[in-house]
C-alpha cells in the first residue's frame, strides 16, 4: 500500500468511526415503532417469496469453496441450520464460494422444502458458467430449484450491460422454474448504484451497518441507495449487519440500526455456533 493510499484508508476509518459513535448513540436512545422477531414472515419486494426475517449465513467469511460455518462440517453445519430452523427461520443464506451446498442438502432432508427459502450465489461472469452452475447447484442442493439465484460480489460500475448474457440466462431460468428471483450481491458503490436502477434486479443483498465497515461507501451513503431500491420494490436483504465481527461485542446496537432503517426485507446473519445462535435470536425482540 502506498503513502496516499495509506492516508486515505486512515481518513475513512476515522471518519466512519465519528459517524458510527453518532449514529449509535442516536439508535439506542430513539425507540422502534414496533416489536420484532428474527422468525417474522417478510416478503421480499415483490417478488412473492415469503420467508423469516432473519437469514441464516453460512459464509461469515468464505471463500475458495470453505467459510468459517462450512468448516463445522457437513453435520454440524446442518444441525445449525435446523436448530435455526426449529425456533422459526426458514432462510438458508449460502453460495459456492463458501462450499457450504451439500450442508444446506443436508438440512433440507429434515425439512419442508417448500417452507424453506434457499438463497445462493454464483461467480460466474459468462453464460456458459452460469448455465452450468444452475445444474450443478441444484445437483449439489438436492432440490428441483432455487428460490433466490444471485450473481455474487459484483463491484463494476457497468456490470448490467458487461454482463448482459448472464441476465438474460438468469431472466430464462425463472421462466422455467429453475429460480424463482434473480438478483446481485454488491461490493462497490458503483455496482450497487448500477442495481438501484436496473429494472432486471429483484433481490439485492446489500452490505449495511452503522459504523461502515466492510461496506460499499459510509452508511448516509448506502441508506439513500437502498431507499431507491425500496421505492422499485426490489428484495432487500441486509449482510455484514455486525460488520463481519467488528461489531460482534455490540450485537444489539448493531441489529436495532438495521430494524430502525426501516428499507431491509431481511439480513442475513451468520451464527458460528449453537450458542451464538441461540444468543443472537433473542436480540431482535429485546430492540426497543
Avoid at 434486479?201 to 451513503?221: F, K, Y
Wanted: net charge positive; aromatic share 6%; glycine share 10%.
Amino acid at each position: 500500500m502506498n503513502r496516499r493510499e495509506f492516508l486515505k484508508r486512515s481518513a475513512l476509518a476515522t471518519g466512519v468511526g465519528m459517524l458510527g459513535a453518532r449514529s449509535l448513540a442516536a439508535l439506542v436512545s430513539a425507540p422502534l415503532s414496533q416489536n420484532f422477531s428474527a422468525s417474522d414472515t417478510v416478503t421480499l419486494g415483490n417478488t412473492g417469496i415469503k420467508t423469516s426475517r432473519l437469514a441464516m449465513g453460512t459464509g461469515t467469511i468464505g471463500s475458495g469453496h470453505t467459510s468459517n460455518q462450512s468448516k463445522l462440517g457437513v453435520k454440524g453445519l446442518s444441525d445449525l441450520l435446523l436448530n435455526g430452523y426449529d425456533q422459526g427461520l426458514r432462510f438458508f443464506d449460502s453460495a459456492d464460494a463458501y462450499g457450504s451446498h451439500p450442508h444446506v442438502a443436508e438440512a433440507l432432508k429434515s425439512t419442508r422444502r417448500d417452507k424453506v427459502t434457499v438463497l445462493t450465489k454464483s461467480w460466474g461472469r459468462d453464460p456458459e458458467t452460469v448455465r452450468a452452475d444452475l445444474d450443478r447447484f441444484r445437483r449439489e442442493l438436492k432440490t428441483d430449484y432455487i428460490d433466490v439465484f444471485l450473481m455474487h460480489c459484483l463491484t463494476e460500475g457497468d456490470w448490467t450491460t458487461r454482463y448482459r448474457g448472464v441476465m438474460d440466462v438468469l431472466s430464462e431460468a425463472k421462466q422455467k422454474g429453475i429460480i424463482r428471483a434473480h438478483g446481485c450481491s454488491c461490493h462497490s458503490i458503483e455496482a450497487l448504484r448500477a442495481a438501484a436502477k436496473s429494472p432486471w434486479v429483484e433481490v439485492d443483498l446489500v452490505r449495511i451497518n452503522p459504523i461502515g465497515s466492510h461496506m460499499d461507501a459510509d452508511p448516509a451513503t448506502v441508506v439513500s441507495v437502498i431507499k431507491e431500491m425500496k421505492a422499485a420494490g426490489k428484495g432487500i436483504i441486509g449482510m455484514k449487519i455486525l460488520g463481519q465481527g467488528d461489531l460482534r461485542n455490540r450485537q444489539d446496537e448493531a441489529i436495532k440500526y438495521a430494524l430502525s432503517l426501516g428499507l431491509l426485507d431481511a439480513f442475513t446473519i451468520g451464527a458460528e455456533s449453537r450458542a451464538e445462535q441461540n444468543d443472537l435470536l433473542p436480540r431482535f425482540a429485546a430492540a426497543v
